[in-house]
């Protein structure tokens, strides 16, 4: 994709917005008038190919983070798109250059007003890297916070070789992600995941050893315990009873005494860390069959989302 010149940057955008909290069916509107943000020294500026949802952004609406954030908002977390300029102190990154990356470099403490669901967005050159060039921009896209959280959380965890990993909620952005790094850039032992009886195949074609139906059975019944514990559900209370000792529980839902809790802390370092294994095929982006959706159709993008139903990641492409 060619790069606009600096001369045809429009000093308008069209961009989803809302100034209340509330559902994203009710608050989230197209504004064809929102300002091109301007980028700092040390940010780009991004033509926004493609852009991928995260629950953190629907909880945001529904006013997670009202006491750091400042109405209105432009939501979205991750982005893959074109440089189409760059601040005076960035090293990394020249007009043209096709890059991907979760903008929130401070994650849930002072997150981004202006997000990535618009045609233009500005990051600091910290948070991204640049696009592999096997991966589309909608598959780059899906991968920014669901991929650094699961690597962090297994960090977390402690996650080794020879251990052994349980992920509570197999099927989702962050479950596949957890998956497939465990087995194949941690040398998990035994990698262990739950999901729906439809999508038991799909978790041992990323890596599962042991595929589990949560709704015929329970993990608290398995005969065996774990090592590491993720949990993606909120289910710590079960992940108690399945944990080995001196194991760790880490989960991304909300805080609980026996467990590591975190939110992402955005940084590039992971993207490209992780690069020779997006290139390799062993670590593969995973998009929902029905989740590609259009910029126009991003509510209900979002409703679907809401359901929790979805395998892998929703994504908004094309954006104009």
């Given at each position: 994709m060619a790069a606009p010149s600096f001369d045809s940057l429009p000093s308008v955008n069209k961009a989803w917005i809302y100034s209340d909290y509330g559902n994203s069916s009710d608050i989230l509107k197209l504004d064809p008038n929102v300002p091109v943000p301007q980028p700092k020294e040390d940010q780009v500026l991004i033509k926004v190919v493609a852009a991928s949802l995260n629950p953190i952004d629907f909880k945001r609406m529904h006013g997670l983070l009202k006491a750091v954030d400042d109405l209105p908002i432009v939501p979205g977390w991750d982005v893959a798109g074109v440089v189409v300029k760059v601040g005076s102190q960035v090293k990394k990154f020249k007009v043209g250059d096709e890059v991907y990356g979760d903008i929130n470099e401070t994650g849930t403490v002072k997150p981004e007003k202006f997000g990535t669901l618009a045609e233009y967005t500005a990051a600091s050159e910290k948070v991204l890297a640049l696009k592999p060039k096997n991966?589309?921009?909608?598959?780059?896209?899906?991968?920014?916070?669901?991929?650094?959280?699961?690597?962090?959380?297994?960090?977390?965890?402690?996650?080794?070789?020879?251990?052994?990993?349980?992920?509570?909620?197999?099927?989702?952005?962050?479950?596949?992600?957890?998956?497939?790094?465990?087995?194949?850039?941690?040398?998990?032992?035994?990698?262990?995941?739950?999901?729906?009886?439809?999508?038991?195949?799909?978790?041992?074609?990323?890596?599962?050893?042991?595929?589990?139906?949560?709704?015929?059975?329970?993990?608290?019944?398995?005969?065996?315990?774990?090592?590491?514990?993720?949990?993606?559900?909120?289910?710590?209370?079960?992940?108690?009873?399945?944990?080995?000792?001196?194991?760790?529980?880490?989960?991304?839902?909300?805080?609980?005494?026996?467990?590591?809790?975190?939110?992402?802390?955005?940084?590039?370092?992971?993207?490209?860390?992780?690069?020779?294994?997006?290139?390799?095929?062993?670590?593969?982006?995973?998009?929902?069959?029905?989740?590609?959706?259009?910029?126009?159709?991003?509510?209900?993008?979002?409703?679907?989302?809401?359901?929790?139903?979805?395998?892998?990641?929703?994504?908004?492409?094309?954006?104009?």
């Open positions: 991966l589309s921009f909608v598959e780059a896209a899906s991968l920014p916070l669901a991929m650094e959280t699961a690597y962090e959380g297994l960090e977390r965890g402690g996650l080794a070789p020879g251990k052994s990993v349980l992920v509570l909620g197999g099927a989702g952005g962050v479950g596949t992600h957890i998956i497939q790094l465990a087995k194949h850039v941690f040398g998990a032992s035994k990698v262990a995941a739950t999901a729906s009886t439809a999508k038991l195949g799909m978790l041992r074609s990323l890596g599962a050893d042991l595929a589990i139906d949560y709704t015929k059975e329970n993990v608290e019944d398995l005969p065996e315990k774990f090592d590491v514990v993720f949990d993606t559900v909120g289910q710590v209370d079960r992940a108690v009873k399945v944990l080995k000792e001196g194991g760790k529980i880490v989960t991304i839902v909300g805080p609980a005494p026996e467990a590591i809790f975190f939110f992402l802390n955005s940084t590039a370092t992971t993207l490209e860390k992780l690069e020779p294994y997006l290139e390799s095929g062993k670590v593969k982006p995973l998009i929902d069959p029905k989740g590609q959706f259009p910029f126009s159709k991003t509510v209900e993008a979002y409703s679907y989302l809401e359901t929790s139903r979805a395998t892998g990641k929703i994504v908004i492409h094309p954006i104009p």
